[in-house]
């Protein structure tokens, strides 16, 4: 499963199972393999088999909430969440997932209780940035904006306490991508690569609306979503034995032989096309492969790429707000946070530039204000026919794994786009770090 052999892993699980048929591991671990192949309902099958096993193992309960969630069923997944409380009250990851599935009430119970957990300071660093974030976005939601900034920042501040972001590595890294990936670089290869309109790239910042898109595309008839998909940085990984002995990325790019960027290419459709089987289309929404736009472009230069874009304080504060899984560490700090944005937004101006018309922007606001014909221009892009489902994305079945899963199982709404206004008065590293971008 670590290796992203999914199936071989089935196959070994299910002999497994047939040896010991009453080990809950079996079961639990099942569910984690088929949910990686997106078979969330037999996912969520094997994991209530595993608790029938062993009814007392909260982090299964936790994670049967994860695919309930997923699948749109929030009542649910909070009704076991709920369950993980009653085994171990002072879980934190059951309080955060709550936070996110269950908004604060009025008076909300939750509140004085997180807080005192916090006061009594048990948990370690990870459990107790999770109890921060959980009270932060508690006290958000019933108004509390002062008390809730203050939880946020102790909750970043625990995460970065674990390893920070190493901004001049990432500087290092654009600097050299807007050097070597040149126009001349990409009209010189004009034929490279695999030849498919297959795969659609949604990249571009956290919290930028991506989740959305996808969910929009994923609803009509000819495409399918594969979520935040690792597939393209593991075929990616296969590059050093195509290039010279001694060069590195990106600056070896133009070295490799054309015939890597056919087999890289026809790796990747193989991929995508053992999970979504029969789908015209197929969205990767891989944020970060927003750094792989030029390898993108070599491999599968047919392949269409989607670039979300938000207002950047907007963004940038949705992912202060966050408690990712993974990051990469850039959204623990506010200062970080802005320079961050600066490097992406030099790398997507680049991207923009070499590879004219290569890239459609989407942008969050506008599609929340102008729905239908930023719709349209989506699927234009796609050469797809307009389809209604598009129109009522928000009751397709399809498993949402992004921190937005619950929002996107709405109607749109735009009572988010200003909400990051309520911490104006605490973001001025924020803007400062911001304004050069």
């Given amino acids: 499963m670590q290796a992203g052999e999914f199936e071989t892993a089935r196959e070994l699980l299910q002999k497994a199972m047939a040896a010991e048929p009453d080990n809950p591991a079996c079961h639990l671990v099942l569910g984690r393999c088929l949910a990686a192949l997106h078979q969330e309902r037999a996912a969520i099958r094997a994991v209530e088999q595993g608790l029938l096993l062993d009814p007392a193992n909260t982090r299964a309960h936790r994670y049967l909430a994860e695919l309930l969630a997923r699948t749109g069923d929030t009542a649910a997944a909070s009704k076991r969440l709920h369950e993980v409380l009653a085994l171990d009250p002072k879980n934190a990851a059951a309080y955060y997932r709550l936070s996110e599935l269950q908004p604060a009430a009025r008076d909300d119970p939750r509140i004085p209780r997180i807080e005192q957990l916090l006061a009594a300071a048990t948990h370690g660093p990870r459990d107790r940035s999770r109890l921060a974030f959980a009270l932060a976005k508690l006290l958000d939601q019933s108004g509390q904006y002062?008390?809730?900034?203050?939880?946020?920042?102790?909750?970043?501040?625990?995460?970065?306490?674990?390893?920070g972001f190493d901004l001049k590595r990432e500087a290092d890294y654009v600097a050299r991508a807007r050097r070597f990936?040149?126009?001349?670089?990409?009209?010189?290869?004009?034929?490279?690569?695999?030849?498919?309109d297959l795969p659609v790239f949604v990249v571009g910042m956290p919290r930028s609306g991506s989740t959305l898109?996808?969910?929009i595309l994923s609803s009509h008839?000819?495409?399918?979503?594969?979520?935040?998909?690792?597939?393209?940085?593991?075929v990616v990984a296969g590059l050093p034995g195509w290039m010279p002995a001694g060069s590195v990325m990106p600056d070896a790019v133009a070295e490799i032989a054309p015939e890597a960027w056919s087999e890289l290419g026809q790796k990747y459709l193989q991929s995508i096309t053992a999970l979504a089987p029969g789908a015209g289309r197929i969205v990767d929404k891989q944020l970060f492969n927003y750094t792989l736009v030029g390898l993108i472009r070599l491999m599968l230069p047919g392949a269409k790429i989607i670039h979300c874009t938000r207002?950047?304080?907007?963004t940038c504060w949705s992912c202060y707000a966050t408690a990712f899984g993974n990051d990469r560490g850039f959204t623990w700090s506010l200062t970080d946070l802005g320079n961050n944005y600066r490097l992406y937004a030099q790398l997507m101006a680049h991207w923009h530039q070499v590879i004219p018309g290569g890239l459609l922007e989407v942008n969050y606001e506008q599609l929340v204000v102008d729905f239908e014909n930023q719709v349209r221009r989506l699927l234009d892009f796609l050469d797809l026919p307009w389809s209604e489902n598009c129109r009522e994305f928000y009751k397709t079945d399809r498993s949402?794994?992004?921190?937005?899963k619950a929002q996107v199982r709405q109607p749109l709404y735009s009572s988010s786009l200003q909400h990051w206004k309520n911490y104006l008065e605490y973001l001025g590293p924020l803007e400062q770090a911001l304004r050069d971008a």
């Fill in 181 to 196: 990936f040149s126009a001349e670089l990409f009209t010189s290869r004009p034929d490279s690569g695999c030849q498919s």
């Fill in 213 to 215: 898109v996808e969910q």
């Fill in 400 to 404: 949402v794994k992004t921190s937005s």
């Fill in 311 to 314: 207002d950047p304080m907007a």
């Fill in 221 to 234: 008839p000819e495409v399918t979503g594969i979520g935040e998909s690792m597939l393209l940085p593991q």
């Fill in 146 to 163: 002062r008390k809730a900034f203050k939880w946020f920042v102790e909750g970043n501040r625990l995460r970065h306490e674990q390893g």
